[in-house]
């Protein structure tokens, strides 16, 4: 998976997970993108969310953590994307 952000204003971090049990992702101060490459995952949230292979979730600065729960084995990928200090 190849992300891309500008050096020199965004960071950026790629994490693949390969689930089969309930797990917590937490989400940081930026942008935080849950690809799911295959199988089924939900997310019980104030507003559920299902996602199947190649779906992904959006989530911004506002949650701390989202518990994402596999219906079997799945892979994730997870991006988290933030601001370089000094460029707000």
Known sequence: ?????RRSRM?????????S?????RT???T??????????????????RLGPLD????GPVSTGLLVQ???EATLFVIRIGA?????
């Open 1 to 5: 998976l190849n992300v891309m952000t």
């Open 11 to 19: 960071t950026h971090s790629v994490e693949r997970l390969v689930i």
């Open 21 to 25: 049990a309930p797990v917590e992702i």
């Open 28 to 30: 940081e101060a930026g």
């Open 32 to 49: 935080t993108l849950i690809l799911c490459l295959d199988g089924d995952v939900s997310v019980p949230a104030a507003e559920p969310v």
């Open 56 to 59: 992904t979730l959006l989530s």
């Open 70 to 72: 596999p219906a079997h």
């Open 84 to 88: 370089v200090a000094g460029n707000d």
